[in-house]
């Protein structure tokens, strides 16, 4: 089972996979309405945003508890806002590798990091061409290592993955062939974030 950030229109468009996302046993959260930051939001427009991707995520019959900001960009209101909609964990910040509570408000966190996302690995930028693609090889050692240490630790390994990156055929055979590495480690759950942020 995994976690799926979606923005509120990429639900709109592609309704049925949500929705097979839900039949699945998989968790859907909140991952912006536009994918605007809410650093370029003033506090009333975060809010609506807010409020539109709940509206459109709970139609789809799921307990949506968890939020994950575009780009990993919180204002200085966001928090306030997600415990004032019944949000219940944010995945956003880089500060530990253990889920911990907030003393206020009394959300959960649950860290990520660049290491572990998709992204700055495999996403040429066209803009600049200064960005190198990396092989599937350079990103299983990094993943591997970091998912080893994390595992030693006892902290939680937080992958973060985009469909239009992760998804080429080579980069899919990679994943499946990865997650049968971390899956073969019996001590080692794979579940959503919202389970993981239940254990903090």
């Given at each position: 089972r995994?976690?799926f950030?979606?923005?509120g229109?990429v639900?709109e468009r592609?309704?049925e996979?949500?929705?097979a996302?839900?039949?699945?046993?998989h968790?859907?959260a909140?991952?912006?309405y536009?994918?605007?930051s809410?650093?370029?939001?003033?506090r009333d427009?975060?809010?609506?945003?807010?409020?539109?991707?709940?509206e459109?995520?709970?139609?789809?019959g799921a307990?949506?508890t968890?939020?994950?900001?575009?780009?990993w960009d919180?204002s200085p209101?966001t928090?306030?806002?997600?415990?004032?909609?019944?949000?219940?964990?944010s995945?956003?910040?880089?500060?530990?590798?253990?889920?911990y509570?907030l003393?206020s408000p009394?959300l959960?966190?649950?860290?990520?990091?660049?290491?572990?996302?998709?992204a700055?690995?495999?996403w040429?930028?066209?803009?600049?061409?200064?960005?190198?693609v990396?092989?599937?090889?350079h990103?299983?050692?990094l993943?591997?290592?970091?998912?080893?240490?994390?595992?030693?630790?006892?902290?939680?390994?937080?992958?973060?993955?985009?469909?239009?990156i992760?998804g080429?055929?080579?980069?899919?055979?990679f994943?499946?062939r990865?997650?049968s590495?971390v899956t073969d480690?019996?001590d080692v759950?794979v579940?959503?974030?919202?389970?993981?942020?239940?254990?903090?």
């Amino acid at each position: 089972r995994a976690t799926f950030y979606i923005p509120g229109p990429v639900a709109e468009r592609h309704p049925e996979r949500v929705a097979a996302i839900v039949a699945a046993g998989h968790e859907i959260a909140h991952h912006g309405y536009t994918h605007t930051s809410p650093n370029k939001l003033t506090r009333d427009q975060e809010q609506a945003e807010l409020v539109r991707g709940l509206e459109i995520l709970r139609g789809f019959g799921a307990k949506v508890t968890g939020y994950r900001s575009p780009s990993w960009d919180l204002s200085p209101h966001t928090l306030d806002l997600l415990h004032e909609h019944g949000i219940a964990y944010s995945s956003n910040l880089m500060d530990d590798i253990r889920p911990y509570r907030l003393a206020s408000p009394p959300l959960v966190e649950v860290p990520i990091s660049w290491l572990l996302d998709d992204a700055p690995h495999f996403w040429f930028d066209g803009a600049s061409w200064t960005k190198t693609v990396c092989t599937t090889a350079h990103v299983r050692t990094l993943w591997e290592e970091e998912f080893l240490g994390i595992r030693e630790l006892g902290g939680a390994c937080v992958f973060t993955m985009h469909p239009q990156i992760i998804g080429r055929p080579s980069r899919l055979a990679f994943l499946d062939r990865f997650l049968s590495f971390v899956t073969d480690h019996p001590d080692v759950w794979v579940t959503t974030t919202a389970q993981i942020a239940s254990r903090a």
